[in-house]
């Protein structure tokens, strides 16, 4: 089993940067892929960027290419996610998820963290 904890989120101003973290707990930690997904207000949940269990894969939205990175240490357990130029529309609750494959699709993770918010003040 693993326990994922988001964490890293805040307000910022437009063009403005945050990293997210997502550690995690188990020893299994290395063998899943990662997603992160974000849920802006009133919207569903959607998938952003993803990276394999061993870091040389990600896949990713069109809508943060060239601005989001994805990355991850498997000696810290840990993913991370930073986000450059932050536009308005990337307000949003954002998750880390654990898969046993590269999906984009939400139901294929198998474990979920609770959260952390970003706001991106205009």
């Known amino acids: 089993q693993v326990q994922l904890v988001e964490s890293g989120g805040g307000l910022v101003q437009a063009g403005g940067s945050l990293r997210l973290s997502c550690a995690a707990s188990g020893r299994t930690f290395g063998t899943y892929n990662i997603g992160w997904f974000r849920q802006p207000p009133g919207k569903e949940r959607e998938f952003i960027m993803g990276?394999?269990?061993?870091?040389?894969?990600?896949n990713y939205v069109d809508s943060v290419k060239g601005r989001f990175t994805i990355s991850r240490d498997n000696e810290r357990n840990t993913v991370y996610l930073q986000m450059n130029n932050l536009k308005s529309e990337d307000t949003a609750i954002y998750y880390c998820?654990?898969?046993?494959?590269?999906?984009?699709?939400?139901?294929?993770?198998?474990?979920w963290g609770r959260g952390t918010q970003v706001t991106v003040s205009s």
């Open positions: 990276i394999s269990d061993d870091g040389y894969g990600t």
């Open positions: 998820a654990a898969s046993p494959e590269m999906a984009l699709a939400a139901e294929l993770y198998e474990y």
